[in-house]
């Protein structure tokens, strides 16, 4: 696992504490999008086809750190849109940071070599890179070329100095499996810190419907990937238990309020990958979602979904609710540690 022991600690001990007092839905991560506006036009995304005066709107520093506050998840990603097209990111991520947040800064790494200065190496701050293949197929899903390069050599500069980095790939239908395992060879010796790795989400505004997964599709190729002869050195930032879930070892249930958004509109009903409209506070989130009329079985829209912001919660409750699922996990960390 890419998790550090400190980090899968600290999220562990968090959850014990809300099954002790009892509480039944909670946030592990909160997703923050400080912003929809980006400098790339990916296919496979449907943020940048927001209007142009949506694609305006920032939030305030100010209201980035009383949102983390009122949903007290320990971890925080920040993705967008680009983020680091915010003109006050750094004093975002500061602040995160001394609430003693795990952040995730999610970014195409197009402007990041030029802003590295603004950030300062801590264990609580990753920066996430975006890369779904190598150089012509990740170029070709981001629409642009050249983008590859700079995202590789701006993972070496931040590593160079001290940050730590992971990377997270967004897997669709036409995927060659041999390429995602040779570009995380490339990873794991680039020295990145984690992977993350889900099967993309057929978002309504994306140009490309074409090349989502449907769940079968995603076993079959997910076990090409994840077959038994993968590198002890690739580092994924999932609970294994998650990865059993994605060849189809396990059958889980998505739990939405996980992974609660916040963006430009408010906290996002009911989940980062669907607009049933917006609260104006985490509590009326958490109270007033019909968290029942969601998942697989439930909503016709969630039938295919296997991504990691529905699931990997759910993962994270089996391995401290089951004595051998929580083993598993353990042996993966103790692995990673040694």
């Given amino acids: 696992m890419g998790v550090p022991l400190k980090q899968a600690a600290a999220v562990a001990s968090y959850v014990l504490g809300k099954k002790l007092r009892r509480i039944e839905r909670f946030p592990l991560v909160m997703m923050l999008e400080p912003l929809f506006a980006c400098n790339l036009e990916c296919a496979g995304c449907g943020k940048i086809q927001f209007p142009e005066d949506i694609l305006r709107k920032r939030i305030p520093v100010a209201d980035c750190l009383a949102a983390a506050e009122e949903c007290g998840a320990p971890v925080v990603s920040i993705a967008g849109g680009e983020p680091l097209m915010h003109p006050e990111i750094d004093k975002i991520a500061a602040g995160l940071v001394a609430q003693r947040r795990y952040v995730y800064l999610c970014t195409n790494a197009v402007p990041l070599k030029s802003r590295l200065d603004l950030f300062t190496p801590s264990e609580y701050f990753t920066f996430s890179i975006h890369l779904d293949g190598l150089e012509a197929t990740h170029d070709r899903k981001v629409c642009r070329e050249g983008v590859f390069a700079i995202a590789i050599e701006a993972i070496k500069e931040a590593k160079r100095r001290g940050f730590r980095v ?61 077959h038994e002869s993968w590198r002890h050195d690739w580092n994924f930032n999932h609970s294994p238990l998650y990865l059993d879930f994605l060849v189809g070892e396990r059958d889980y249930q998505c739990t ?30 958490m109270e007033e979602t019909e968290w029942d009329r969601y998942g697989t079985g439930r909503d016709p829209r969630c039938a295919q979904c296997m991504a990691h912001c529905g699931y990997e919660g759910t993962a994270v409750e089996d391995a401290l609710g089951s004595l051998r699922s929580g083993m598993r996990v353990l042996g993966s960390l103790l692995r990673t540690a040694g």
């Fill in 166 to 226: 992971s990377t997270n790939t967004t897997v669709f239908r036409e995927e060659d499996p041999e390429e995602l395992r040779a570009m995380f060879d490339m990873l794991a010796d680039l020295g990145v810190d984690g992977m993350t790795i889900s099967p993309g989400y057929a978002y309504e505004k994306a140009p490309d419907q074409e090349n989502f997964l449907r769940r079968e599709e995603t076993r079959a190729l997910f076990r090409e990937i994840l």
């Fill in 256 to 285: 939405p309020w996980s992974n609660p958004t916040r963006n430009v509109f408010g906290w996002q009903k009911p989940c980062y990958l669907m607009s049933d409209g917006y609260a104006a506070t985490f509590r009326e989130l």
